[in-house]
C-alpha cells in the first residue's frame, strides 16, 4: 500500500495570512503515460464528508477559490492557502489515487490564531 | 449534478452484518465511467477506502485486504443504487461510513468528487 504522510499535524495561522501543509506519498504517484500526479486534496469540515479541492496535485476543482492552491510532484507535495479565512477553519486531507487500495494522510487541523 | 444518499441502520450488534445502502441521482451506477465506492473514518483508521464496484461491459468489483474476506458491494441497477455489506462485525468497526464516486477511464483515475453524508455506525450490543 502507499502510505501518505502529511506535516504538520496542525497549524494555527492569523486571518489573512498563508497556511501551508506538505504530504509525503511512500511512492512517486506520477503516472508517466499520462504526465499526471494521482494526487489529491480534500477539506472537511466537522459532520460534514471530505470535498475535493484539488486533483492531479495542482488543478482546483470548480467552484474552489483561487486562494487554495497545489503543487509538487512525485513523493512531495503541498497545499497552500494564500489567505487564509474564517471559513478555511477545517481538516485538510491529500489522497492518492494512483492505486488501489486508495489511501489518505491522517489530515491537518488549520485553525485561526 | 450527482447526489448521493445514503441510508441503514445506525446501530448494529457484534458478529452480525452492516449493511449500508447509497442511492444515486445524477448519474448512473451502470456508467462506463465512474466508479462507486464505500470509505470509512474512525479516530483510530483515518479516512480508509474499503471497495468498489463498477461497470465496463461487465462488473468489477475491488475490495481492500483488510476486508476483503467480509466484505460485498453490490450494484442495484433497478433503484439506480448500491449496496454495502460487511460480515462479523466487532466494535474495531465502528465508524462513519462513506459512498463516493470517482471517475475511472482508459486506465487512469479521479480523486472521489462527489459523497455521501456518512453514516455513524456504532458496533455494540
Known amino acids: 500500500d502507499i502510505v501518505m504522510t502529511q506535516s504538520p499535524d496542525s497549524l494555527a495561522v492569523s486571518l489573512g495570512e498563508r497556511a501551508t501543509i506538505n504530504c509525503k506519498s511512500s511512492q512517486s504517484v506520477f503516472h508517466s503515460s499520462h504526465n499526471k500526479n494521482f494526487l489529491g486534496w480534500f477539506q472537511q469540515k466537522p459532520g460534514q464528508p471530505p470535498k475535493l479541492l484539488i486533483y492531479w496535485a495542482s488543478t482546483r476543482e470548480s467552484g474552489v477559490p483561487d486562494r487554495f492552491s497545489g503543487s509538487g510532484s512525485g513523493t512531495d507535495f503541498t497545499l497552500t492557502i494564500s489567505s487564509l479565512q474564517a471559513e478555511d477553519v477545517a481538516v485538510y486531507y491529500c489522497?492518492?489515487?494512483?492505486?488501489?487500495?486508495?489511501?489518505f494522510g491522517p489530515g491537518t487541523k488549520v485553525d485561526i490564531k | 449534478q450527482v447526489q448521493l444518499q445514503q441510508s441503514g441502520p445506525g446501530l448494529v450488534k457484534p458478529s452480525q452484518t452492516l449493511s449500508l445502502t447509497c442511492a444515486i441521482s445524477?448519474?448512473?451506477?451502470?456508467?462506463?465511467?465512474?466508479?462507486w465506492n464505500w470509505l470509512r473514518q474512525s479516530p483510530s483508521r483515518g479516512l480508509e477506502w474499503l471497495g468498489r464496484?463498477?461497470?465496463?461491459?461487465?462488473?468489477?468489483?475491488d475490495y481492500a485486504l483488510s476486508v476483503k474476506s467480509r466484505i460485498t458491494i453490490n450494484p442495484d441497477t433497478s433503484k439506480n443504487q448500491f449496496s454495502l455489506q460487511l460480515n462479523s462485525v466487532t466494535p474495531d468497526d465502528t465508524a462513519v461510513y462513506y459512498c463516493a464516486r470517482h471517475v475511472v477511464r482508459s486506465g487512469w483515475t479521479t480523486p472521489f468528487d462527489y459523497w455521501g453524508q456518512g453514516t455513524l455506525v456504532t458496533v455494540s450490543s
Open positions: 489522497q492518492q489515487y494512483y492505486t488501489t487500495p486508495f489511501t
Open positions: 445524477g448519474d448512473s451506477v451502470s456508467s462506463n465511467s465512474a466508479a
Open positions: 464496484t463498477y461497470y465496463r461491459s461487465m462488473w468489477y468489483n
